[in-house]
């Protein structure tokens, strides 16, 4: 247990009851906005992220108008967590009834990047399908030179008889900014890899053979955007590249599989395995090693 304890959660709602009209939040909470793939607290990390921000509203029966100003805790261990006011987000989320969304959001990390980001989410029911479409349109400066970035999430999903089906295809550009994301899943079970520079192609299903019981499996295929800049983690670090860009962009692919059982009323438990194969750019730059996991969790809730 790296920070033992600190302040994770305390916060000031103005106005929370009420279903129009204005209400604001302000104090340290954890965020989470969307699918969780820009702004997120991720829970399966070892050290969640919580922000202290301050958020207005404007409700009305069917929208939501929302500001937000928000600022990632920095971890410090064994002392108080606390912001750098300087590196943050601010802009306006909107939710226009129940099947869109759009945001303006300016994200700053001074030394490393400013971003100017501009996107939505829509979804559509198309016959027995839904349809999810989440474009992002980006300008971001590192080093003093500023370049057009985008994303792009498309997502089939249906329910057949007692199964849950997504198919989902994922994009981003070379110098894309992930901003904060919540990411588990999203790209592999493992959490290898950041949604940067890379070409996604992902299948998610849900098995539910009991009401208790959920089986879970997914499979994720990876093809790099440009091999000159490499492949990156989620919290947006380097992991590998190949300056000559001689090699091919095919990255691997990894299988999955994992089960939940809600035993009790306050106990879920569970576990899973998951085993990435390499693709032909690690091979000739790393020790291709492929690596695999397999795990058991237990959750208590009261």
């Known amino acids: 247990m790296r920070d033992g304890a600190d302040l994770y959660e305390a916060y000031i709602d103005l106005f929370p009851r009420k279903k129009t009209g204005f209400a604001a939040r302000f104090g340290r909470t954890p965020l989470s906005y969307s699918d969780t793939r820009l702004i997120g607290s991720p829970q399966w990390a070892n050290l969640t992220r919580t922000y202290d921000m301050a958020r207005l509203q404007w409700r009305t029966k069917s929208n939501t108008y929302e500001i ?30 129940k099947k869109f969304e759009v ?30 479409l989440e474009p992002v349109w980006q300008r971001v400066r590192r080093n003093h030179i500023w370049s057009p970035e985008g994303a792009q999430v498309v997502t089939f999903s249906r329910k057949v008889g ?7 295809y994922k994009f981003a550009s070379s110098g894309f900014d992930q ?10 079970h493992e959490d290898l890899f ?15 053979p009991h009401k208790a019981v959920a089986w879970n499996f ?9 091999p000159r800049v490499g492949v990156f983690s989620i919290p947006n670090r380097l992991i590998v590249r190949d300056p000559s860009g001689k090699n091919k962009r095919w990255a691997g692919h990894e299988a999955d599989s994992f089960l939940l059982w809600n035993y009790a009323k306050f106990m879920t438990i569970g576990g899973g395995f998951g085993a990435y ?7 000739r730059i790393t020790p291709n090693r492929s690596p695999y996991f397999i795990y058991f969790t237990h959750l208590f809730s009261m």
């Open 162 to 168: 007692n199964i849950d089906n997504a198919m989902e």
């Open 68 to 97: 937000l100003y928000a600022s990632p805790t920095q971890i410090r261990i064994y002392r108080f967590n606390r912001p750098t006011w300087n590196e943050h987000i601010f802009g306006t989320y909107n939710f226009i009834g």
């Open 103 to 132: 945001y303006a959001l300016k994200h700053q990390q001074p030394g490393l990047l400013d971003s100017f980001v501009a996107g939505g989410r829509i979804m559509q029911p198309m016959g027995k399908w839904k349809l999810t």
């Open 277 to 283: 194969s390499n693709g032909s750019y690690f091979h």
């Open 218 to 226: 997914m499979y994720n295929a990876n093809w790099l955007v440009d």
């Open 179 to 188: 901003i904060y994301p919540a990411a588990h899943d999203k790209l592999g």
């Open 194 to 208: 950041g949604w940067r520079n890379l070409h996604n192609v992902r299948y998610f299903g849900t098995w539910r």
